[in-house]
């Protein structure tokens, strides 16, 4: 499998452990309203839309947002990430396997052919294409998703979005879209209507430097194969697994005793 491009590796992580903040993404980069909102306007001319959202449609969409929730003390999520990237098609990324599972502060985490093991405040970012593993000591923030109807309506309609929902194959899916938006023009969720659990996401990018151009949009969809309210931890490496320490030394073990070790 090519190596992936560091920087889209960094966003799949975000998209995908962040997703479920999805409607606090605007006050998360608070410092950058004012330039983008200047992009904005070069973009819309500054003129929004009068919104009339179906109060249905948003009780669905915040019942959704809960499922995304990192911050659960136990958690299990897995599924499948595609990336088409329009401006760099060198980023693009295809049927690439993601799985998360938390147990109170720790958790573990596999995309790829990476895994990343936190247990104790000790992080590893195992790279296997590499021979590489890198051992730090930070702990996980996940900001929880936005789960008030009020608030959510806010934010859709401060981001101009229009708010729509339809049936896609035996399941339904509800979208926020702006198509002159500078950053995200587009985020769905497609849903089971029997069980009510998230299948897909997806999500549509513009190009920053020429937003109004389609053919550079980068889109990110996420097929969800499962969400649980329970973790396995024990079916995965823990730092036991990987890492041994003697008389204040740390030495790999087992698969990876000749891996390289970098301390941060």
Not at 249 to 259: C, E
Request: net charge neutral; with cysteine.
């Amino acid at each position: 499998m090519k190596m992936m491009n560091k920087n889209i590796k960094k966003l799949i992580l975000i998209i995908v452990i962040s997703t479920g903040a999805l409607f606090t993404w605007a006050m998360t980069y608070r410092h950058l309203q004012q330039p983008l909102q200047t992009m904005r306007h070069q973009v819309t001319d500054g003129k929004k839309k009068e919104h009339n959202y179906d109060p249905a449609l948003l009780r669905q969409l915040e019942q959704l947002a809960a499922q995304l929730d990192f911050n659960k003390q136990q958690c299990t999520y897995s599924g499948i990430i595609n990336v088409d990237d329009g401006g760099d098609t060198t980023a693009s990324v295809h049927n690439l396997e993601f799985l998360f599972s938390r147990s109170g502060k720790d958790f573990y985490y596999r995309m790829g052919n990476t895994e990343t093991i936190h247990e104790d405040g000790v992080n590893l970012f195992i790279q296997h294409e590499q021979n590489k593993i890198v051992l730090s000591h930070n702990d996980m923030v996940v900001q929880s998703p936005v789960t008030n109807l009020a608030t959510i309506e806010k934010n859709l309609r401060y981001e101009d979005y229009d708010l729509v929902g339809a049936n896609e194959g035996g399941g339904k899916k509800i979208s926020l879209l702006n198509n002159t938006h500078i950053t995200c023009k587009e985020l769905s969720m497609t849903y089971d209507t029997i069980s009510g659990k998230l299948q897909k996401l997806y999500t549509r990018f513009s190009d920053i430097a020429d937003p109004l151009n389609k053919e550079k949009d980068r889109v990110i969809s996420v097929s969800i194969k499962g969400i649980e309210d329970n973790s396995h931890l024990g079916h995965y490496p823990r730092l036991h697994d990987v890492i041994t320490a003697t008389d204040g030394n740390r030495h790999l073990k087992n698969k990876y005793a000749n891996y390289e070790l970098i301390l941060l």
